[in-house]
């Protein structure tokens, strides 16, 4: 089963991230209805079972059209192993896309993204803990906490070669540099280092001779 608390998630994407997407690629990037269909899709990894009672949520109450352009843009691969993964959305796949609303703690999926130069369009929740700087953050993933601004972004990395380039090759670099265990093996060690040093017991210039 899906976790629960990624289903709102995946509801906002669904449902309120995607129409704007294919507006924000016609209107204001002018692209064609063939480019959207082809290239405006959602692939869905993990979750388990693909009938999950709560990810066949992502579709209660669409008819018509609607629910069959929804249906027809969004793949649920199920459970993956971590090569089907790596095969079926790392290599394969333009963006990841990442709403985070409600963790706690590091997105390891996205810094799994960012370690395979996979660009990275997420929430202010999803970079927590990522060890960003405050200035060109952007210039490593894009943040969005709307659906105009995320769908905005997302466009931009669908169309912008340099930009998916240039995003791709700093978000690797930053994991590699920062967030990588060799990375974290540097930073433990550093910690040790200094430690010991303002341990060390110092001369004592007062002491008198005898």
């Known amino acids: 089963m899906p976790h629960p608390v990624a289903v709102p998630s995946i509801n906002w994407l669904v449902r309120v991230v995607l129409p704007e997407l294919e507006r924000v690629l016609i209107e204001e ?15 869905l990894g993990g979750g388990g079972e693909l009938n999950a009672h709560r990810w066949n949520q992502v579709f209660w109450g669409l008819k018509g059209s609607s629910a069959k352009k929804v249906r027809a843009r969004v793949t649920m ?19 990841f896309a990442a ?31 990522l060890g960003l700087p405050e200035k060109n953050k952007d210039d490593i993933l894009q943040v969005a906490d709307d659906a105009r601004t995320f769908a905005r972004k997302l466009a931009v990395v ?32 550093d910690a040790v280092l200094a430690s010991s040093s303002s341990s060390s017991p110092k001369d004592d210039d007062d002491d008198d001779d005898d």
């Open 99 to 129: 709403p985070i609303f409600n963790n706690t703690g590091i997105s390891t999926k996205v810094v799994n993204a960012m370690s395979h130069g996979i660009p990275v369009v997420t929430t202010s929740g999803g970079c927590r803990g």
């Open 77 to 95: 691969l199920g459970a993956l192993s971590d090569a089907q993964l790596r095969d079926e959305l790392l290599r394969k796949r333009r963006v």
């Open 29 to 43: 990037f002018g692209q064609t209805a063939d480019f959207v269909r082809e290239n405006a899709r959602l692939y």
């Open 158 to 189: 669908l169309v912008d070669d340099r930009k998916w380039l240039d995003l791709a090759t700093n978000a690797k670099a930053h994991v590699k540099h920062t967030l990588s265990r060799e990375a974290l093996a540097r930073v433990v060690a």
